[in-house]
């Protein structure tokens, strides 16, 4: 390696030894979300609606998604390919936060309401549905860039 190689690489281990690394980082970003609009599954006019069928989203960003059921029918709320891209902090439901690696559903067997906080990780379009319900028009997508 060059003398200039390593010296370049001494004094940038030096300035992050000597925390000059913090002038980037502006606190956790994973707590600083942005909240997305509410995601409505049903309503008084239809059991199959859905108020949000396209989100727009970016990597590293966080976001905070409550969806909330009706209760006009059951819903059973999934992302299997969007789940699997993205860090998840936490889900809070029911006055319950719950913490976990991966979410697999959400299942509302009458009216209520979750929130998921999240920070997606990787780009691409993600389908989201109400399972069994998608030919009924309950889905959409994830978009992240």
Do not use: C
Not at 18 to 34: E, I, Q, V
Not at 44 to 61: I, P, R
Not at 89 to 102: M, S, Y
Request: hydrophobic share 40%.
């Amino acid at each position: 390696m060059s003398p200039f190689k390593t010296t370049t690489l001494a004094l940038i281990l030096l300035s992050s030894l000597l925390g000059f690394d913090p002038l980037y980082a502006a606190g956790d970003l994973t707590r600083m979300s942005t909240a997305l609009p509410d995601l409505l599954l049903g309503n008084e006019e239809s059991d199959y609606s859905m108020s949000q069928h396209e989100y727009q989203l970016e990597t590293g960003k966080a976001y905070n998604l409550k969806i909330i059921a009706s209760g006009q029918k059951e819903y059973a709320f999934q992302a299997p390919e969007f789940a699997h891209s993205i860090f998840l902090r936490k889900v809070e439901a029911g006055g319950v936060e719950i913490k976990a690696i991966t979410l697999t559903e959400l299942e509302f067997e009458d009216a209520g309401e979750a929130e998921i906080f999240f920070v997606p990780i990787k780009p691409g379009k993600f389908r989201f549905y109400a399972k069994g319900l998608e030919g009924k028009g309950m889905q959409g997508h994830f978009v992240v860039k």
